[in-house]
Antibody, heavy 120, light 109 residues
Framework: EEQLVESGGGLVKPGGSLRLSCEAS????????MNWVRQAPGTGLEWVSS????????YYADSVKGRFTISRDNAKNSLFLQMDSLRVEDTAVYYC?????????????WGQGTTVTVSS | QSVLTQPPSVSAAPGQKVTISCSGS????????VSWYQQLPGTAPKLLIY???ERPSGIPDRFSGSKSGTSATLGITGLQTGDEADYYC???????????FGGGTKLTV
């Protein structure tokens, strides 16, 4: 079964840092571009960042550019999101999601999400 | 304000058909694939449609997708109470180099 499992969420004070992880199983992780998507309480989906299958590209939403860093370790089938200078508005459930076949056609496998709460 | 525009809500009776629209622009929908997602309460989004009109394995043919110009449409036939969920469209924006999503549409059956 193709699966993504996020971890690393928690409660952090404004200005603090967190590192999210996403472990993949059941598919060839190194063959797919990956993404982070978040959802603040009671709101819709917001794309955060994308990384190519070989880390050849990294894209960020303007709202996180300069504060968040996406990375991956294909040998460990893992995706990461380093979040620094966290703000209250970064509070959300963070999902990792796989690009379907690299065509930018959709995100076909999603994790269950990990909750990040930024509050003093 | 989302880059892609969806109606906030739609409703229809069980067994009926409903369509959900998604309006974008030349920098996103016109030249890129559109995908659709279903999110049941308290769960992660689930891909329903990719590449404008393709269904992943396991998605029933009651769900269909189409695209014309800068707009896309999700169709659901034979509505069931279990279809009550939030539905999102998404696509890549070639100018901004970002994924963009619609604001979501709440379906009531």
């Amino acid at each position: 079964e193709e699966q993504l499992v996020e971890s690393g969420g928690g409660l952090v004070k404004p200005g603090g840092s967190l590192r999210l992880s996403c472990e993949a199983s059941g598919f060839t992780f190194s063959g797919y571009s990956m993404n982070w998507v978040r959802q603040a309480p009671g709101t819709g989906l917001e794309w955060v960042s994308s990384i190519g299958s070989t880390s050849s590209y990294r894209y960020y939403a303007d709202s996180v550019k300069g504060r968040f860093t996406i990375s991956r370790d294909n040998a460990k089938n893992s995706l990461f999101l380093q979040m620094d200078s966290l703000r209250v508005e970064d509070t959300a459930v963070y999902y990792c999601a796989r690009d379907v076949s690299g065509s930018l056609g959709g995100l076909d496998v999603w994790g269950q999400g990990t909750t990040v709460t930024v509050s003093s | 304000q989302s880059v892609l525009t969806q109606p906030p809500s739609v409703s229809a009776a069980p067994g009926q058909k409903v369509t959900i629209s998604c309006s974008g622009s030349t920098s996103n929908i016109l030249n890129n694939y559109v995908s659709w997602y279903q999110q049941l309460p308290g769960t992660a989004p689930k891909l329903l449609i990719y590449d404008n009109s393709e269904r992943p394995s396991g998605i029933p043919d009651r769900f269909s997708g189409s695209k014309s110009g800068t707009s896309a449409t999700l169709g659901i036939t034979g509505l069931q109470t279990g279809d009550e969920a939030d539905y999102y469209c998404g696509t890549w924006d070639s100018v901004l180099s970002v994924w963009v999503f619609g604001g979501g549409t709440k379906l009531t059956v």
